[in-house]
C-alpha cells in the first residue's frame, strides 16, 4: 500500500505541467497532498470499521437475547399443552 502510494505520487509529480507549478507552490505540493488525503481516506475507513464491528457485535447481542426469550416461550407453551393433554 505504501509503494502503490509513493509510485502514484512519484507518477503526479513527473506529469506536473509548467502551468500548474506556480511561484509560491512547490513542484511537489501535489503529491503531498495526494498522500495526505489517501492517509485521511484510509483513517475513515479504518475508523468506520470499527463502528460496524461494534454495530454488529450489538446486534449478535439483541439477536441472542431474542431467540432465548423465543426459545423460552416455545417451552413453557410446549410444557403447557403437554400438561393440559395429560
Do not use: K, N, Q, W
Amino acid at each position: 500500500m505504501v509503494a502503490a502510494t509513493t509510485d502514484a505520487a512519484r507518477h503526479l509529480s513527473f506529469y506536473h505541467t509548467a502551468s500548474a507549478v506556480t511561484a509560491t507552490a512547490a513542484p511537489g505540493i501535489g503529491a503531498l497532498v495526494v498522500i495526505v488525503v489517501i492517509i485521511v481516506v484510509l483513517a475513515a475507513l479504518g475508523s468506520a470499521a470499527r463502528s460496524m464491528a461494534a454495530l454488529l457485535s450489538e446486534l449478535l447481542r439483541a439477536a441472542t437475547a431474542v431467540t432465548s426469550v423465543l426459545l423460552t416461550a416455545v417451552f413453557a407453551i410446549f410444557l403447557g399443552i403437554a400438561f393440559l393433554v395429560h
